[in-house]
């Protein structure tokens, strides 16, 4: 169990990471992370951060990505701790809204703005990744059926 609580802290690292990357690739422009969002053709991080699904409220989805990693990273490291039959519950739970919204996010880029943010894609895959280890902690069944399948 102890593993898997490793592998969450570890993914929940690497959403924050890319979600502050591309928040800061947004604010500061700085060349060398905007080569890397403008790698192959039909990328355009600036045009998925910039339009109209690029914030809520006035708020840039990155920061709402960085608060919850923020909040499954220390949920993940006090179950390293002592572990919690309600944390494991939080942690599922978080990681299956993550898992949503990033569906719907890979769903607007390709659909609607017609576009691709790699920074974004790397963050909407962690957190598919992210629920689907999730499951381990808390269904070992549902677990097993899903490996069947892979």
């Given at each position: 169990?102890?593993?898997?609580?490793?592998?969450?802290?570890?993914?929940?690292s690497v959403g924050f990471i890319f979600s502050a990357l591309s928040e800061l690739q947004k604010l500061s422009g700085a060349i060398i992370l905007h080569k890397f969002c403008t790698v192959t053709t039909g990328t355009g991080c600036r045009t998925v951060q910039d339009g109209?699904?690029?914030?809520?409220?006035?708020?840039?989805?990155?920061?709402?990505?960085?608060?919850?990693?923020?909040?499954?990273?220390?949920?993940?490291y006090l179950q390293l701790k002592k572990v919690n039959?309600?944390?494991?519950?939080?942690?599922?739970?978080?990681?299956f809204?993550?898992?949503?919204?990033?569906?719907?996010?890979?769903?607007?880029?390709?659909?609607v703005i017609q576009a691709w943010c790699i920074y974004c894609i790397i963050v909407d895959?962690?957190?598919?990744?992210?629920?689907?280890?999730?499951l381990k902690l808390y269904d070992k069944d549902l677990w097993n059926a899903l490996k069947s399948y892979f």
């Open positions: 169990m102890v593993k898997v609580f490793k592998v969450i802290l570890w993914l929940s109209a699904y690029g914030s809520l409220y006035g708020v840039p989805n990155p920061y709402f990505g960085m608060l919850g990693f923020a909040v499954l990273m220390a949920l993940a039959h309600d944390r494991s519950l939080f942690i599922a739970a978080g990681s809204v993550s898992m949503i919204v990033a569906f719907w996010f890979i769903y607007l880029q390709y659909f895959v962690t957190s598919i990744v992210l629920f689907v280890v999730s």
